[in-house]
Nanobody, 125 residues
Framework: QVQLVESGGGLVQAEGSLRLSCATS????????MGWFRQAPGKERDLVAA????????YYAEPVKGRFTIFRDNAKNTVYLQMNNLKPEDTAVYYC??????????????????WGQGTQVTVSS
């Protein structure tokens, strides 16, 4: 099973930026769909951004469209989430996850079965 380690979270003021990183132990990251999820206290874990295993295709949930960017460096087996113009409602624990390319659509939460430990993002107003 691929190991995932997120980093880059922290405390930031509204309208600020953060870049999250997810280092993986995958031998070949390019065979996996990659997703970033977040979970706020008392809420479900939601998929906010995803990168399909091929084609450079990405998905963004409506609340983050135009502000977040997912990208990957397959040579470094690392996926990133660039978050700009952060809002207090973006406060959550952020998780990266892998999905096998044959496990379903890359833009559906249930396609992801393997998770990192999460990194806290707190946005102050």
């Amino acid at each position: 099973q691929v190991q995932l380690v997120e980093s880059g979270g922290g405390l930031v003021q509204a309208e600020g930026s953060l870049r999250l990183s997810c280092a993986t132990s995958a031998r070949t990251l390019s065979v996996y769909n990659m997703g970033w999820f977040r979970q706020a206290p008392g809420k479900e874990r939601d998929l906010v951004a995803a990168s399909r295993w091929s084609g450079g295709i990405t998905y963004y949930a409506e609340p983050v469209k135009g502000r977040f960017t997912i990208f990957r460096d397959n040579a470094k087996n690392t996926v990133y989430l660039q978050m700009n113009n952060l809002k207090p409602e973006d406060t959550a624990v952020y998780y990266c996850a892998t999905g096998a390319r044959n496990s379903g659509s890359y833009s559906i939460s249930s396609s992801y079965k393997n998770w990192g430990q999460g990194t806290q993002v707190t946005v102050s107003s």
